[in-house]
């Protein structure tokens, strides 16, 4: 995953933010939200917590409803 993950950041595919935070710029399947997490940040993720929408909720708290 890390080979694959720094190939997307060298093609332009994850960008980082002024804020640190980095943003996927295309589509990548993936199998679950922590995979997703792990390959854009790099490491160890818990995707429930790490993937939020435009108002800041993360996937735990939309799920949770």
Do not use: H
């Not at 890390?2 to 997307?8: D, H, M, P, V």
């Not at 199998?31 to 160890?44: C, I, K, Q, R």
């Amino acid at each position: 995953m890390e080979k694959q993950r720094q190939t997307a950041l060298r093609n332009g595919d994850i960008v980082r933010c002024a804020d640190g935070t980095y943003k996927l710029t295309i589509s990548i399947p993936l199998t679950a939200p922590s995979s997703a997490a792990m390959f854009v940040l790099g490491g160890n993720a818990n995707g429930r917590k790490e993937w939020k929408d435009a108002d800041g909720k993360t996937l735990d708290e939309l799920f949770r409803k």
